[in-house]
């Protein structure tokens, strides 16, 4: 059973850009939530996904959005990029929402800003 | 606001000790989840757990729903075992998950 596939897995981009990052679930769960993980802050819950619907959504600015497909396939996007989003984007599936349902995680994409 | 508590923040053993690291959380929850990454690595799920106990090999994971309060044991620890583990608060009604700071263990040979 394939595990959940995060691309790309690093990146580099400059202040003032945007970013796209995927996420393929494991098969058949409907649930996708995004982390961000710093040095300095740790992991922090971004969104959740579940059935194209987004649940929730943790306490970042409006320059992080996220969707989410009808195959369960999430993509996130950061716009105009500065140097404090530099971190590893983490996703995980569950086949419950992420609250309550075990989470399977992806590799993470590291983004670096310069 | 849900605030997740661990300790300790670093903790080194020798090889064979028993470990246990807690956790606090302050508001209700849905599930407490018990994480593990290793350095450069994923995050793998440990537990789930919304009361009593689990245990999985070596590892056992207990929570307090009247203290809020859960711990993660490891018995006879091996360096394997170096990783951080971070517990996570499942939100309550709302899902959205709270982490802690997590810790960071490391066990010598």
């Known amino acids: 059973k394939a595990g959940v596939t995060q691309t790309p897995r690093y990146l580099i981009k400059t202040r003032g850009q945007q970013v796209t990052l995927s996420c393929s679930p494991i098969s058949g769960h409907r649930s996708v939530s995004w982390y961000q993980q710093t040095p300095g802050q740790g992991l922090q819950f971004l969104f959740e996904y579940f059935s194209e619907t987004q649940r929730n959504k943790g306490n970042f600015p409006g320059r992080f959005s996220g969707r989410q497909f009808s195959n369960s396939r999430s993509e996130m996007n950061v716009s105009t990029l500065e140097l404090g989003d530099s971190a590893l984007y983490l996703c995980a599936s569950s086949l419950e929402p992420a609250g309550t349902g075990e989470l399977f995680f992806g590799e993470g994409s590291r983004l670096t800003v310069l | 606001k849900n605030e997740v508590e661990q300790s300790p923040q670093n903790l080194t053993a020798q090889e064979g000790e028993f470990i246990t690291i807690n956790c606090s959380y302050s508001v209700g929850i849905s599930a407490l989840h018990w994480l593990q990454q290793h350095p450069g690595g994923g995050i793998v799920s440990l537990f789930m757990?919304?009361?009593g106990k689990k245990k999985h090999g070596r590892l056992i994971a207990t929570i307090n729903i009247q203290e809020k309060h859960s711990s993660l044991h490891i018995t006879a620890s091996h360096p394997r075992d170096s990783a951080v583990y971070i517990c996570?608060?499942?939100?309550?009604?709302?899902?959205?998950?709270?982490f802690g700071k997590g810790t960071l263990l490391t066990v010598n040979p």
């Open positions: 996570a608060d499942g939100g309550g009604s709302n899902y959205k998950l709270t």
């Open positions: 757990l919304s009361s």
